[in-house]
């Protein structure tokens, strides 16, 4: 009875941006749009496992009224992934002391290196438990079976992993969910992800950069990784920003905004895609690249608080 909530589906700032005035930020803001920080809460029956817990994690759990966490899942050492877990303070607080157990965070060696610095005091409190995993090796959580997977996300983000997750599906059966985190490359893919049935994909930007120097995926990167996964369902993109530089716009000068390398283009035509700003503009622009380049993956722009049943 695996259930998947978007608490959250934007990049490291969220979106719109403070003080942005690109046409992308312009563009949400007139739709009333934002994207927080991104992060997953799956439910099966009554256990919870939070996928990355980022700074907007008070607001994403007292909306979504999220009643207790079972687990959290932290892919990597950024900020915007895991620097909400004092948030989780309140799950124990409500309680008497003797019934709350330490909420297990599970991360890389190398992840906890960092996130034990901020947060040593949460374990001290019996808050949480860190829980060390190992890329390529499978673990339980609940009715959770957990497959970590190393991620290349640069040099600043060494023990970055995705999550392949398997709970049950609601009419019977096993199903897989798969968590990609923020990436540019799954090095040596392991073939334990090809064809789960969810894929939840990065997709930082629409274009992929001259330069990727975040290390983070694009639409267009990803549509290449769909292919490889070849997914039996749905894939959600998740961790948009506002990073393409949009044609004639006098915010194309900032440093957040990267000049495409060969941008996605119609077949035949010699202008590019135009740059999506709202939700239904992303929709559009990915339905619409999946049906000229005859690519048959169903693909999901996920938007927060966005509840999906598999
Ligand atoms: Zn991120
Ligand atoms: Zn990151």
Redesign the pocket.
Known sequence: MMDITFLGTGG?WGVPEINCDCAICREMRAKGERRDRTSILLADNDATLLIDCGPDAREQLRRNKVKKIDAVLI????N??YIGLDELFVYKRVLPNEVFSPIPVYLTHETRLVVEVRFAYLEELGVIKFKEIEPGQWFRQGPFRIFPFKTD??T??KG?VGFMVQGTRHSGGNARLLYT??FAEIPDMPTELVGCDIVIMQSFWLNEPVDNR???MSFQNAIGYIKRLKPRGETFLVHMGDADRVPGDPANHMAKKYEPKSPLKPPLEKDPYPIPGNQVQWQNTVDQILRDHDISYAVTVAQDNLTVRI
């Open positions: 490291a892919s990597h050492e950024h915007d992934h996300h640069g600043f983000a970055s985190s923020d975040p290390k983070h």
